[in-house]
């Protein structure tokens, strides 16, 4: 089945305590992305990646790292998370890097900081 | 700056038509893309439009005018598990960021 697989699902964790959340596709798409949710604020993208090695920051990337060794897999990384980090996080990945913006979306992982 | 504006509610009766609309202030995007999102779940790619025109892919028709800076989603038959949160997204083609509109979200009435 044609999916984006992230984990954990639930997290809860404490101020400074670095944490990843993995996220890995298995569509062979080259555009991979993260975002996070927030009440009435839509998504918002952190990062997103056209390829193996190939980075770039979206709308809010403070505080965040990721990585693109390989194809389909594209971590998030926190290296000291604070609260203002709580946030329901998604990873997607499209196809192309460019062109049409159809993306597929994993399930989502729900951090909190406390 | 870059945004992508909805309303944020919009309210409608099973079997009815409703359209959500997507103002945009940005420039240089492949195209509007739709999404919907259901309460505790990710969001689901609906409809993409890289020309201007009408695209419909069954109940769902999402429309694109580049000229009037202006995008829509139209429902038709509108169904209980409608309900729901739709978003519009562009990319940029100038580096390929990718903006959400903050989404509207769909009551369906019996």
């Known amino acids: 089945e044609a999916q984006v697989t992230q984990n954990p699902r639930y997290l809860i964790t404490v101020t400074g305590k670095k944490l990843t959340v993995t996220c890995s596709q298995n569509?062979?798409?080259?555009?991979m992305s993260w975002y996070r949710q927030d009440p009435g604020l839509g998504l918002r993208q952190i990062y997103y990646s056209m390829n193996v090695e190939v980075t770039d920051k979206g709308d809010v990337p403070e505080g965040y790292k990721v990585s693109r060794k390989e194809k389909r897999n594209f971590p998030l990384i926190l290296e000291s998370p604070s609260p203002n980090q709580t946030s329901l996080y998604f990873c997607?990945?499209?196809?192309?890097?460019?062109?049409?913006?159809?993306?597929?979306f994993g399930a989502g992982s729900r951090l909190t900081v406390l | 700056g870059q945004s992508l504006e909805q309303p944020s509610e919009v309210t409608a009766v099973e079997g009815a038509i409703v359209q959500i609309n997507c103002t945009y202030q940005t420039s240089g995007f492949y195209g509007l893309s739709w999404y919907q999102q259901h309460d505790g779940g990710a969001p689901t790619f609906l409809s993409y439009n890289g020309l201007d025109g009408l695209e419909e892919t069954g109940r769902f028709s999402s429309f694109l005018s580049r000229s009037d800076s202006y995008g829509y989603l139209l429902l038709q038959e509108l169904q209980m598990k409608d309900s729901a949160s739709y978003f519009c997204a562009v990319r940029h083609t100038g580096g390929f960021k990718t903006i959400f509109g903050a989404g509207t979200r769909l009551f369906v009435k019996a």
């Open positions: 997607a990945s499209s196809p192309g890097s460019s062109g049409a913006n159809v993306l597929t």
């Open positions: 569509m062979n798409h080259e555009y």
